[in-house]
């Protein structure tokens, strides 16, 4: 025994995008991280039983306590509903995707109840249809939809009327987590963790489900989406198909392939009481899990990046002329490295996804690039002139021949001729010498049947 040392267990938690992590710890009460490295105020909230956020409004969230609060604005100001007819108190909350409207559900003595305002508690409507222990949930697109799954029954219930009644719609299976998950962005997409069943998701609003690639789930989550992924960031607490061993995995393409988050020294002992997993939503990659009795634990599968450069940090260029850029990304382990990149104008200058500026006329673009990792950017100004008159300079070759030849700043550029008797002088009757644009240097072999050659470059 360790005397003076209380065990946290944590009840609850969220994450709200763009905002903070909000934490439920038993006998501790509850707590507003800004700073998931900094310890906060303690017991800046009572102690919760359900956290949930509107995904259109993400400054409007509820907590339970004994009662229901919400708070609409950042930093977190908790405000407190006004009671149900029947005084319900704890429980789990539910809010639609813009916020307007909220349900509650717990039990009064031994019997079900549910509630739902949309006037923020001035009127509760009693809902009908979940008459069994729950977690409802709102869908993140669909303001009118609601879900709740039933472990007992193996069925998910679904409202399509703002939470007033819940109808069954498919069933996933028996004995899965009753805490089932949404994926953030997408209508209907609703996810199951089954337990050594695996995993079962709907697109349709669980009207029917399909297998994931797992073959253990005991707890879901959704995290920020990888850069350049076109699905949320999806965490299980569990085993894929690919692995043998139990633990916290990532997939960034819905399941389809899964990356181990920790390791064999990293189990904490299990999710404890709560069994909870929850992914950051300002965060890509990282993920917290409750623990038995060691608080709420995180941990990070990827690197961010933190800064970004571009090499040279000007240039300075003529018409026609190229210029190669490099990104300098930082950390040089970034997880996400790639940028993407843009000209402030391409009338003047372009840039290929590989950095290659050619300048076209003359002016003062800004090359940009931004990781695809954070909203991080950098620039490079660049100087675009108009190239002096050319000049074309004639020198001896081998034998007979002579070389024609121009700076190189001109490469691209057309060379011209044309041929006249010695006493018709220059005319207009120019010609195109073919090959000349790739190189800045021809050999000319002087005919003497031409009475007079004359040569001339020229902008393409």
């Known amino acids: ?14 994450s709200v995008p763009g905002g903070p992590f909000l934490t439920s710890v038993g006998d501790q009460g509850g707590f507003i991280h800004t700073d998931i490295t900094v310890s906060p105020a303690t017991g800046n ?22 009662d229901l609060y919400y708070s609409e604005t950042l930093p977190v100001t908790w405000i407190k509903f006004p009671p149900t007819p029947d005084s319900m108190t704890n429980g789990k909350v539910a809010i639609s995707a813009d916020g307007s409207s909220v349900l509650w559900k717990s039990t009064v003595g031994s019997t079900h109840k549910c509630w739902v305002t949309a006037n923020k508690g001035a009127n509760w409507t009693a809902s009908t249809g979940l008459t069994f222990t729950c977690n409802p949930v709102g869908d993140p697109e669909n303001a009118s939809k609601f879900y709740a799954y039933n472990p007992s029954d193996g069925y998910l219930y679904a409202s399509s009327n703002s939470g007033l009644s819940f109808a069954r719609a498919g069933q996933p299976g028996t004995g899965g987590a009753a805490t089932v998950r949404v994926a953030p962005g997408f209508e209907g997409h609703i996810w199951v963790a089954l337990g050594s069943a695996g995993l079962k998701y709907s697109t349709n609003s669980g009207t029917s489900f399909r297998s994931g690639n797992v073959s ?20 299980i607490w569990g085993k894929p198909v690919s ?14 392939t899964w990356v181990r988050v920790n390791d064999t020294a990293h189990q904490y002992g299990g999710r404890g009481n709560a069994g909870l997993i929850e992914g950051d939503k300002s965060v890509h990659g990282r993920v917290y899990m409750s623990t038995a009795g ?4 995180y941990m990070d599968s990827s690197v961010p990046v933190t800064g970004v450069a571009l090499s040279p940090a000007a240039f300075s260029a003529f018409v026609t002329a190229t210029q190669q850029l490099t990104a300098v990304v930082s950390p040089a382990n970034a997880t996400y490295p790639s940028v993407t990149w843009a000209s402030s104008n391409t009338a003047i200058a372009s840039v290929t996804s590989a950095g290659l500026v050619t300048a076209s006329a003359p002016g003062t673009p800004t090359i940009t690039i931004t ?7 950098a620039g490079c100004l660049g100087t675009v002139t108009t190239l002096p008159p050319p000049s074309l300079t004639l020198a001896p070759g081998s034998g007979s021949s002579l070389v024609v030849s121009w700076p190189a700043d001109y490469r691209g550029w057309l060379l011209q001729a044309q041929t006249n008797t010695s006493n018709a002088g220059l005319g207009t009757n120019w010609f195109t010498v073919e090959g000349a644009n790739a190189t800045n240097q021809i050999i000319i072999w002087p005919d003497p049947a031409n009475g007079s050659v004359f040569y001339r470059l020229v902008s393409p």
């Open 243 to 256: 692995s043998n061993v139990a633990g916290m995995y990532r997939s960034n393409d819905q399941g389809a």
């Open 216 to 235: 253990a789930c005991d707890a879901i989550a959704f995290g920020k989406t990888a850069p350049g992924a076109a699905y949320p960031a999806l965490f």
């Open 294 to 297: 060691r608080g709420v634990a």
């Open 45 to 66: 909230m009572s102690q919760s039983s359900g956290f949930a956020y509107a995904p259109k409004q993400p400054g409007f969230i509820a907590r339970v306590a004994t």
């Open 1 to 14: 025994m360790v005397k003076g040392l209380e065990e946290t267990v944590p009840l609850d938690f969220l």
């Open 371 to 377: 990781p695809l990792d954070g909203g991080l950017v």
